[in-house]
């Protein structure tokens, strides 16, 4: 399925790096997500942007920093990221509020931080 | 109180087994229900929506209990390839474009 495509699909940073994540939805969806899964832990919801204004900020740190310039493109710029940010980065899509449909992710970024 | 609670197993069931997952969930604003399937290291793939009726898709029947507040997935005649985690996932009327995530259920079907 390519209606969501991320990349990079591997990422290997040092702290003080700066990268960004990519995301792209082809699904004419109006909500997009990004998400973070450790291991062997459940998936938490980081940022929520529904008609690219973000409406869910889930107390994520400062040093991940999403942006939405338009409902099909999503990213998540990083900076001086720590070890344990090592984790399966996931970008999600649905049609939004109201619509009952669920959420399609992509492949998602796995990020190793040195 | 965690919004979706499951069981997260492991359940180890034999080829050709019956195996029946529940998900209790929290708030009574719910408005739509999914189990999802993730595999070791993929992200979530979604197996089915859940209809308040019920629905079966193939091996797969999902079905909801408002009064209760749950939902249950059911797998007839497992499959080695079933082997997965399967994610109960609810979303609320009064909680706009979220969705809450179970902590999953770990599969293993065994020859």
């Known amino acids: 399925e390519t209606g969501v495509t991320q990349t990079p699909r591997h990422l290997v940073m040092g702290m003080t790096n700066k990268k960004s994540l990519k995301c792209e939805q082809h699904?004419?969806?109006?909500?997009m997500y990004w998400y973070k899964q450790s291991a062997k832990k459940p998936l938490e919801l980081m940022f929520v942007?529904?008609?690219?204004?973000?409406?869910e900020n889930n107390s994520v740190p400062s040093r991940f920093s999403p942006e939405c310039p338009n409902s099909s493109h999503l990213f998540l710029h990083l900076h001086t990221l720590q070890p344990e940010d090592s984790a399966l980065y996931l970008c999600?899509?649905?049609?939004?509020?109201?619509?009952?449909?669920?959420?399609?992710f992509g492949n998602g970024t796995r990020l190793t931080v040195t | 109180r965690k919004e979706v609670e499951q069981d997260p197993g492991p359940f180890n069931v034999p080829e050709g087994a019956t195996v029946a997952f529940n998900c209790t969930y929290s708030?009574?604003?719910?408005?739509?229900f999914f189990w999802y399937r993730q595999d070791c290291r993929k992200e979530p793939k979604l197996l089915m929506s859940?209809?308040?009726s019920g629905n079966e898709d193939g091996r797969f029947t999902a079905q909801l209990n408002r009064a209760s507040q749950y939902i249950s997935l059911l797998i007839r005649d497992s499959k080695l390839s079933d082997s997965a985690t399967y994610l109960c996932?609810?979303?609320?009327?009064?909680?706009?474009?979220?969705?809450?995530f179970g902590t999953g259920t770990s599969l293993t079907v065994i020859p």
């Open positions: 699904l004419g969806h109006n909500a």
């Open positions: 999600a899509s649905s049609l939004g509020q109201g619509y009952n449909s669920p959420l399609h």
């Open positions: 996932v609810v979303t609320y009327r009064n909680t706009g474009n979220q969705f809450y």
């Open positions: 708030n009574s604003a719910s408005q739509s």
């Open positions: 942007y529904s008609l690219e204004e973000r409406v």
């Open positions: 859940v209809y308040s």
